[in-house]
C-alpha cells in the first residue's frame, strides 16, 4: 500500500522556521512506523533526524506524536494509524532538529525525585539477599516497567503549562521507590513532592496514562502518592 | 575541539560499561561516554534472567554452573575464567538484589528463579532453576538499577557522545575522541585508561534480534588500532525471534514450559536432545529448527515453527516430560500465570503479530542474538594482545564487545547478563588500581586527526552508492551464507561479496552537511563498522574447518579437538587480514562429546 508521511522539519542550521514536508512511499501495513522512516531517511531525504535504537518498544529512544497522540515509532504499525501518517516531536520540550527534541529537562526532573535505592541498613548477616514477600513486590512492579521515553510527560498539560512540574514519569519513578518496602526514604521522597512543582499539579486529566507504551496506570500510581502524602501511610 | 581529562573513561553505558564506571569511579576520576542516553542501551531488551546457582528452590552449586557452561562452549570457553564467573555470580546476584533491583520472589520473599537452556542439575541431567528473574524484564531492570546507583554515586556521564577512536601510540593508551551529538564537536578525553563496553554487533545479519545500536563500533575501533578481535566466527542464533522481524522471544517462555512445534504438530526437539528438549542449548535448538523446515516442516511450508505456551500444550508436556513443580505436584498452569510470567512477551505479539500467546502459538524463527566473539581480555577485564595473552597496560573491555573467553563457541541463555555484570565490575576496579600507579601518556600532536579524515571520506564520495543498499546487501547474504549453517563455498562467495560492498561504500556519499545530529553522517560510520566486521567473521569462519558450537559447516560437520581446540585471534593490518591462534585454557573438564 501507499503511505504518506507528512513530517514535522527543522534544521536550527539552515532553517528560519519549522516546516512540513511530506513523502509518499509504499509500506506493508504490518511495517512499523519506524521501519517507514529509516526507508524515508534512506532514499529520500537522508538529512531528516530521530532517534531510534531497539526497535521494540523497550529503549524508550523514538517517542513522537504520530497523528496527533505520543508513540513510540517503533510500537505502532502502518494498518494500525492509516495511510495518512503525520509525525512531529514531542510537545512541551525544544525542538533541536526534525523529531529530535531536548531531553535534558526531562531528564533534570527525574534525577530530582532521588530515583534510586535507598537502604543503609546493614545487609543480611549470611550475605544473602532481602527479604520481600511477593504481594510486597508486586505493589510497585507497574511502575518498575517505566522506560523513561517521555511520552506520559509531554503528553501532559499541567507539564506544558508550567516546565517546573516534575511531570508523571518523574512520579512513576518517585512511586516505584516510594513503594518498595525495602527501600528507607519514603518520607524524604513524599516530602520532595509535596511542593507546587509535585503532585499537586497533576489534574488527573488520564492524558499519561493513555500514552504510555508501557501501559503502567500512571494517573493511578499519582493518585497513590496524593492519598500517602495526606494519610501518611503506604497502602 | 574541546579537551577533557580523566584517570578512566568509559565507552559505552549498557550494563558492563555502568558496572565498570560505577567501581572505577570509587577511587578514580571516571567519565562514562555513551552514543545512546544509557537507559536506551541494549541490556535493556535481555528478558529472562540472569544465571547464579542460589539453589532458592532446588539444589544447585556453582560448579555445576560451571561445567554446564563449558559444555555449553562446546569446550571453547576458558575454564579458569568459567569458573570465576559461575563463583562470583552468586555474589554479583546479591550485590544487584542489596543494590534495589527488583526480583521476582520465591513464596519465602527470596530471589525467584527459573529453568533454562543448557542449564543442569549435573547428577539427574534435568534442567535446573538458575536464572534469577524480574517477570521477562530482567535486563531492564538490571539496566535500570545500575544507572539508578550511578546516578546515586555521582558518576560523570557525557550522554549522546559518539566515541570514534581511541588513541594508542607506541604501546600506550593516551584517551578516546569523540564527537558530540547534538553540536557536532569533536571532544578529546585525555585518560590513563580506557574500557570498552559498547556491545556486539548483531545488525550484520538480516534478521536480527539487535538494537540499531548494535553496530561493532567498540570492535571496529580497536582495530583500527592493531588490536586484534578474538573467535569472531562464533555468533549466536536465538531460536525463538518473531518470524521475519527478528524480535526476541525469550528462552525463558520454554523455561516457563512452552514447546517447539513443526507443521505437523510434533514437538521435534525429543528426536535432537533427548534429555532437556527443548531447553537445549541454543545452537542445537537452532540448527534442529533449520533442519526442520529443510525437510519441509515448517509451518505452512514458510521459513517459520510455533512456539506453544497455551496452558492446554503447557501442562500436557508437562505431564508426558514428568516435571512437577518444587512441592511436587503435578504443573497445572494458567492463562493468568503466563500472562504474569511473560508480561512483555505477550504483550509484542499482540503489537506485532496480532497473535495473543495465551491462545494461539507464535510463530518463530531464528535470529542473529549474540556475539560470543570480540576484543582479547583475560578474566580481570584486561585486554591481552597475542598468542601468550600479553595484557596492553590502560586498555580494558568488558561485556558483549569482550572475549574473555567465558562463551567459548555458544553461550548459555542467562550468562550474558552475568558477564557484564561480574566482567564490568572487575575491569572497572583493575581500571581503577592501575590509574593510581600510571602517568598520563601524552595526546598526539593532532589527536582527532584519524577521525576526522574517517568523516572526510564519507563526505567525499562519488555519491554513487547508497548506504542502505550496501547495508541490505551485506545482510541478506551474511544470513544465508555465514549463519546458522556454513559452508566453504557459501563463505566464499560472503566473504567475496564483503569485500565488493566494501570497495562500493568508499562510493557513499553524505549529503547532509551540517553539524547538529548529523544522524545520516553517524549513521554511515556505523555502516562501515558493521562492513569490517563482516569480513573478520567471514574470514574467521572460512578459516575453522571444524563445527563447534554456532559455528556449524556442513562440510565439516564434526568437531575437531586435535586441530581446531583454540581460539582465532585477527589482526587487520594495511588492509589485510593476518589470521593466528592460541590454545585453550583447560582446568578440570577434559573435552568429551556434547549432548543434551
Not at chain 2, 595484557?391 to 558483549?400: H, I, K, Q, R
Request: glycine share 8%; net charge neutral.
Amino acid at each position: 500500500m501507499d503511505v504518506t508521511l507528512k513530517i514535522f522539519r527543522y534544521n536550527p542550521e539552515k532553517d528560519q522556521k519549522w516546516h512540513y514536508e511530506s513523502y509518499t512511499l509504499e509500506a506493508e501495513p504490518t511495517d512499523r512506523v519506524l521501519d517507514v522512516l529509516e526507508k524515508v531517511k534512506a532514499y529520500h531525504d537522508g538529512s531528516l533526524s530521530f532517534r531510534r535504537s531497539c526497535a521494540h518498544g523497550v529503549c524508550g529512544s523514538d517517542a513522537m506524536r504520530i497523528n496527533g497522540r505520543n508513540m513510540l515509532a517503533c510500537k505502532v504499525l502502518v494498518k494500525d494509524v492509516g495511510n495518512a501518517i503525520t509525525l512531529e516531536p514531542l510537545l512541551g520540550l525544544k525542538v533541536i532538529k526534525d523529531l529530535i527534541v531536548d531531553m535534558e529537562p526531562f531528564f533534570d526532573n527525574y534525577k530530582k525525585v532521588l530515583p534510586f535505592f535507598i537502604n543503609e541498613s546493614p545487609i543480611p548477616k549470611d550475605g544473602k539477599e532481602r527479604i520481600q514477600s511477593p504481594e510486597a513486590r508486586a505493589r510497585f512492579d507497574d511502575t518498575t516497567k517505566c522506560i523513561l521515553c517521555a511520552a506520559c510527560t509531554t503528553s501532559c498539560p499541567s507539564f506544558w503549562g508550567n516546565e517546573e512540574y516534575l511531570g508523571p514519569a518523574a512520579l512513576v519513578n518517585a512511586h516505584r521507590f516510594i513503594f518498595d518496602d525495602r527501600d528507607e526514604s519514603a518520607p524524604e521522597r513524599l516530602h520532595l513532592l509535596s511542593n507546587a512543582s509535585g503532585v499537586t499539579r497533576c489534574h488527573t486529566t488520564f492524558n499519561c496514562t493513555m500514552a504510555c507504551p508501557r501501559e503502567i496506570q500512571i494517573t493511578k500510581a499519582i493518585g497513590e502518592l496524593k492519598l500517602a502524602m495526606v494519610t501518611g501511610k503506604l497502602e | 575541539m574541546k579537551t577533557h581529562q580523566f584517570e578512566v573513561v568509559v565507552v559505552g553505558a549498557g550494563g558492563a560499561g555502568l558496572m565498570a564506571g560505577l567501581y572505577a569511579s570509587r577511587t578514580a576520576k571516571t567519565a562514562v561516554i555513551s552514543k545512546l542516553y544509557p537507559t536506551r542501551s541494549h541490556t535493556g531488551a535481555a528478558q529472562g534472567g540472569i544465571g547464579a546457582a542460589l539453589g532458592n528452590y532446588e539444589e544447585d552449586h556453582a560448579e555445576w554452573h560451571t561445567y554446564d557452561t563449558v559444555k555449553g562452549s562446546d569446550y571453547l570457553g576458558d575454564q579458569d575464567a568459567i569458573e570465576f564467573m559461575c563463583e562470583e555470580a552468586i555474589q554479583a546476584v546479591y550485590e544487584l538484589e542489596h543494590m534495589g533491583l527488583p526480583f521476582d520472589r520465591t513464596p519465602e520473599g527470596r530471589i525467584s528463579q527459573r529453568p533454562f537452556g543448557g542449564h543442569t542439575n549435573n547428577e539427574t541431567g534435568k534442567p535446573v532453576r538458575r536464572a534469577c528473574h524480574a517477570a521477562d524484564r530482567t535486563g531492564h531492570m538490571i539496566l535500570q538499577t545500575l544507572y539508578q546507583q550511578c546516578l546515586k554515586n555521582e558518576v560523570n556521564f557525557f550522554d549522546e557522545f559518539q566515541v570514534l577512536d581511541v588513541l594508542i601510540d607506541y604501546g600506550k593508551v593516551s584517551g578516546v575522541v569523540a564527537v558530540e551529538l547534538a553540536t557536532g564537536e569533536m571532544h578529546t578525553f585525555h585518560a590513563k585508561a580506557v574500557i570498552m563496553a559498547t556491545g556486539g554487533h548483531g545488525r550484520v545479519w538480516e534478521i536480527t534480534s539487535n538494537a540499531y545500536a548494535y553496530t561493532g563500533d567498540g570492535t571496529a575501533i580497536v582495530s583500527r588500532r592493531g588490536i586484534p578481535l578474538e573467535d569472531m566466527e562464533f555468533f549466536q542464533f536465538h531460536p525463538t525471534g518473531i518470524y521475519k522481524m527478528g524480535i526476541l522471544i525469550t528462552e525463558g517462555v520454554r523455561g516457563e514450559g512452552g514447546v517447539l512445534l513443526n507443521n505437523e504438530g510434533v514437538r521435534f526437539m525429543n528426536e535432537y536432545a533427548p534429555t532437556v528438549k527443548d531447553l537445549a542449548s541454543r545452537d542445537v535448538v537452532s540448527r534442529a529448527m533449520y533442519i526442520e523446515m529443510r525437510e519441509k516442516r515448517g509451518i505452512g511450508g514458510k521459513r517459520f515453527l510455533y512456539l506453544d505456551v497455551t496452558p492446554p500444550t503447557v501442562n500436557k508436556y508437562a505431564e508426558i516430560d514428568g516435571r512437577t513443580n518444587p512441592d511436587g505436584s503435578p504443573i497445572k498452569v494458567t492463562g493468568e500465570q503466563i500472562m504474569s510470567k511473560l508480561p512483555d512477551i505477550i504483550d509484542f505479539c499482540r503489537t506485532y503479530l496480532g497473535v495473543d500467546p495465551i491462545t494461539q502459538p507464535m510463530p518463530v524463527q531464528p535470529t542473529a542474538h549474540y556475539t560470543m566473539g570480540g576484543i582479547p581480555t583475560n578474566k580481570f577485564g584486561e585486554v591481552v594482545v597475542d598468542e601468550k595473552n600479553k595484557a596492553f597496560p590502560g586498555l580494558y573491555a568488558a561485556g558483549e564487545v569482550a572475549c574473555v573467553s567465558v562463551h567459548g563457541a555458544n553461550r548459555l541463555g542467562t550468562n550474558s547478563l552475568l558477564d557484564l555484570v561480574v566482567f564490568g565490575k572487575h575491569a572497572g576496579l583493575r581500571a581503577a588500581e592501575f590509574v593510581r600507579g600510571a602517568d598520563f601518556a601524552p595526546l598526539p600532536a593532532d589527536p582527532t586527526a584519524f577521525s576526522r579524515e574517517q568523516f572526510d571520506r564519507l563526505r567525499h564520495g562519488s555519491g554513487k552508492e547508497n548506504v542502505f543498499d550496501i547495508g541490505n546487501e551485506m545482510k541478506a547474504i551474511m544470513f544465508d551464507d555465514v549463519g546458522v549453517f556454513r559452508s566453504e563455498k557459501g563463505m566464499k562467495a560472503a566473504l567475496a561479496k564483503v569485500n565488493e560492498l566494501q570497495e562500493r561504500f568508499k562510493q557513499v556519499n553524505v549529503q547532509d552537511s551540517g553539524k547538529i545530529f548529523n544522524t545520516e553522517l553517524l549513521n554511515a560510520w556505523e555502516m562501515g563498522n558493521l562492513l569490517d566486521m563482516a569480513e573478520v567473521i567471514t574470514a574467521s569462519a572460512l578459516n575453522r574447518k571444524e563445527s563447534r558450537g554456532g559455528h556449524a559447516r556442513e562440510d565439516y560437520p564434526e568437531r575437531d579437538d586435535k586441530k581446531w581446540l583454540k581460539h582465532t585471534l585477527v589482526w587487520k593490518q594495511k588492509g589485510k587480514l593476518k589470521i593466528s591462534y592460541k590454545p585453550v585454557v583447560i582446568t578440570h573438564f577434559k573435552p568429551k562429546k556434547r549432548v543434551y
